[in-house]
């Protein structure tokens, strides 16, 4: 079959990227000429897409919102001033609210639960998923469906976010790429982690905080090291090409004129760090209740929406800033038109827009809850700086400062991104000089949070992710015992010994005893009786050899395996049966099990426990094989 010249042309270039990304596959080397080659070339491609792609969202936006407000309520809210005009105008037909909120709701969970149902809800989590458990892999349909699902609901008033559907968005064609490229599983995860990074950046134009959200975002305690690169160069391009066609003003407006230039007020920064932080997991617990009340409820998915909308514009008729993004409200109250809005509305507007949220996102609808959770922190400072302005003193005299302070506070504590959401948010107000009441405030609301997450997906760290559980699982220290690393005995008078240890000690203790004894050599015994030696030497030489060993059994994995864990269940068929018996699929590997919080190596003869987290690498299309066998 003779191919165009366009079919030859995509599988050069393919190809020459395959070349390209075989090596270290994303741990290491950073530098070099053929790392930036590759990811420069590729985090073009992929902010290009994002860029593109938030474009397209956001005048989708912005059209739903004319056809379902404008044209049916009569009301368009608030835009934010690098949007539009942050003024409150009268809604003509505030009746018809309800009835717009729940067919937006309708529309928006007939065309996801139709077509790609892993478009509903936040997409952010959606992603973070994918990249932890699927291989960072997602239906190609998701990001149009994702698309316009999500226009529809914030279009019609619904509650939600644009970060989440433009990180998903974006993510998704990164994803599309990696498949069509065949890149490793590594650059897979990097490549869609980068798309997500860009998608944020762009339709927020906060690239830099985009990129580091990339990174922190995925875990709880921990960074994804190996994004930030492709996802800085990725997400300035989307910056970029979302900046050409929408402009370059920040979203909220550049404030040159806010600084910190009073120490005192530090002790209301504190304050308003310790109602951020329990704002942030009321706003989590409120999410996750209406989601699991609502996945309770039989009745089918896609009406679920429409029912949550039309709560939401309820709500929405007597608190019009609980509807839509309420970006344009955050911005009103940075300035004197917060004194304009009713106190009660002020104090009410954070706690009913973490209830319209639930309801519009928790049932099911499309859409993001990074953005309603800015608002809700913004919101609280709002309220502080309200009740408190004319009470305590050395209080701002402007409420901007504990507006701002306040979206950094809320947010980055419960999605525990906070560097990301302290750039983010200084970028999206044109200002840094909040930096340092920033730091303590957000610092007081992540320790109030503790482990608390808005996003279900996270993991604590690196060492519980599939992707890095592997490498992570190398024979350490503690992992192997004396016994492993111990040589024959070179004196038949073992009293000479002055240390002893059993043969069953983890090798980390033994040679701290034996370093703490300033003695080089110890004598390792069984049952009472002599075994061995152990020395320095023979320990590091042990030692070098199981990393060794595990090295070489990654470096031999195919380009199409995955990771598959699961836990052995208490009455699994394979419990306490050696590894050596258990029919795995083949070209699978067991590379990783974790019992009781410890690594063991796995060999033939390891016997499988209760308990065990075992982590195998396997062909993609024996995954589901796989993990039956292994929790049967």
């Known amino acids: 079959m003779t191919r165009s010249p366009v079919s030859t042309s995509l599988i050069a270039f393919r190809d020459r990227f395959r070349s390209l990304t075989r090596g270290q596959d994303g741990e290491a080397g950073f530098e070099g000429a053929p790392y930036l080659l590759k990811w420069l070339c590729l985090s073009v491609i992929i902010g290009t897409i994002a860029g593109l792609g938030a474009v397209l969202f956001s005048m989708a936006i912005h059209f739903a919102t004319e056809v379902f407000l404008g044209k049916g309520v009569g009301y368009i809210p608030p835009l934010p001033l690098g949007e539009g005009s942050p003024v409150e105008t009268v809604m003509e037909r505030p ?44 239906n190609p349909k998701v990001p149009p469906i994702k698309l ?57 134009r906060a690239p830099l905080g ?29 910056y970029s090409v979302f900046g050409v066609i929408e402009g370059w003003e920040p979203i909220f407006g550049s404030q040159p004129d806010i600084a910190f230039r009073d120490p005192v007020t530090l002790v209301w920064y504190i304050g308003l760090g310790l109602l951020a932080g329990i704002g942030g997991i009321l706003y989590c617990k409120t999410f996750y209740g209406t989601q ?61 827009k973490m209830i319209t949220t639930s309801l519009s996102i928790g049932s099911g609808g499309s859409g993001g809850i990074f953005g309603p959770g800015m608002v809700i922190g913004g919101m609280l400072g709002a309220t502080v700086w309200r009740l408190g302005h004319n009470i305590l003193p050395h209080m701002p005299a402007s409420p901007a400062p504990f507006v701002i302070v306040g979206m950094m506070a809320l947010f980055g504590s419960v999605a525990h991104a906070p560097f990301a959401m302290m750039l983010m948010v200084a970028e999206m107000t044109g200002n840094l000089s909040l930096l ?18 808005i996003y279900a997906s996270q993991l604590p760290d690196r060492s519980h992710a599939p992707a890095h559980r592997m490498r992570m699982s190398f024979p350490l220290l503690h992992a192997l015992t004396a ?84 836990i052995v269940k208490e009455q699994a068929s394979i419990s306490h049966m050696p590894l050596r018996d258990i029919k795995l699929p083949p070209g699978t590997l067991v590379v990783a099990i974790l019992r009781q919080q410890q690594s063991v190596t796995p060999t033939a003869d390891t016997e499988l426990r209760p308990g065990d987290v075992v982590t195998a690498v396997s062909p993609i299309g024996r995954m589901d094989e796989v993990r039956r066998r292994l929790s049967s």
């Not at 709880?220 to 391009?237: C, G, N, Q, R």
């Not at 993004?325 to 009660?344: C, D, H």
């Open 436 to 453: 340092a009441p920033a730091m303590i405030c957000v610092a007081v609301a992540t320790a109030v949070v503790g482990n608390t997450t």
């Open 292 to 352: 699991r009340l609502f996945h309770r409820w039989h009745i089918p998915p896609y009406v679920k929406p429409a029912v949550g909308g039309l709560l939401v514009g309820i709500i929405g008729v007597g608190i019009h800033g609980t509807i839509a993004t309420g970006y344009g409200w955050v911005q009103m109250s940075m300035g004197p038109e917060l004194m304009t809005i009713p106190l009660w509305t002020v104090i009410m507007l954070p706690f009913a």
């Open 95 to 138: 009746w018809l609210l309800p009835l717009i909120t729940m067919l937006g709701g309708l529309l928006s969970g007939i065309i996801v639960f139709r077509w790609a149902p892993e478009a509903e809800g936040h997409g952010t989590d959606a992603a973070i998923e994918s990249i932890h458990f699927r291989n960072a892999t997602s």
């Open 148 to 204: 316009l699902a999500s226009a529809v609901t914030i279009g019609s008033g619904g509650s939600g976010g644009r970060e989440g559907p433009a990180a998903q968005i974006s993510a998704g064609f990164a994803s599309i790429l990696a498949t069509t490229l065949r890149l490793s599983p590594a650059d897979r995860r990097i490549a869609v982690s980068a798309g997500m990074g860009a998608g944020i950046g762009a339709i927020f």
């Open 483 to 566: 016994a492993d690393a111990m040589q024959p005995l070179t004196s038949d008078r073992a009293v000479e010994y002055a240390i002893r240890v059993d043969d069953s000690t983890p090798l980390d203790e033994a040679l701290t005893e034996m370093t703490e004894t300033d003695r080089d050599i110890a004598l390792v015994t069984r049952g009472g009786e002599a075994v061995g030696e152990l020395t320095h030497k023979s320990a590091m030489l042990t030692y070098q050899h199981h990393v060794s060993a595990g090295t070489r059994r990654i470096n031999a994995m195919p380009t199409n395996a995955v990771l598959v864990e699961t």
């Open 210 to 238: 985009g990129a580091l959200m990339a990174a922190e975002i995925l875990y709880i305690h921990d960074i994804e090291v190996a994004v930030l690169m492709p996802a800085l160069m990725s997400s300035i391009v989307a």
